[in-house]
Nanobody, 117 residues
Framework: QLQLVESGGGLVQPGGSLRLSCAAS????????MGWYRRVPGKQRELVAT???????TYGDSVKGRFTISRDNAKNMVYLQMNNLEPEDTALYYC???????????WGPGTQVIVSS
């Protein structure tokens, strides 16, 4: 079993910054790629950023240049630094982990980000 728990969400003004964290526990030795996704009620889940075990990254078009994903394999953590936040970034942010050698994907419960003045 693999458990993921996000933290760091909250209320921030437009132009502000937040840093999300995701802690993995349990069968962490099986983690390969990790990532962040977000969902707004009534819309499909959207890719925010992904990072491979060797730290290759991809970003959704709407966050490129503003968000940075990173990971600390020794601590089993993945982070999302979010800068210059916009009201359109308001969403529930989920951490995701792929299990190496399988098609299994694990998700955290999510952390809410609200960007509003």
């Amino acid at each position: 079993q693999l458990q993921l728990v996000e933290s760091g969400g909250g209320l921030v003004q437009p132009g502000g910054s937040l840093r999300l964290s995701c802690a993995a526990s349990g069968s962490v030795f099986r983690i390969s790629d990790m990532g962040w996704y977000r969902r707004v009620p009534g819309k499909q889940r959207e890719l925010v950023a992904t990072i491979t075990s060797d730290r290759r990254t991809t970003y959704g078009d709407s966050v490129k240049g503003r968000f940075t994903i990173s990971r600390d394999n020794a601590k089993n953590m993945v982070y999302l630094q979010m800068n210059n936040l916009e009201p359109e970034d308001t969403a529930l942010y989920y951490c995701k982990a792929n299990r190496a050698g399988t098609l299994i994907v694990d998700w955290g419960p999510g952390t809410q980000v609200i960007v509003s003045s």
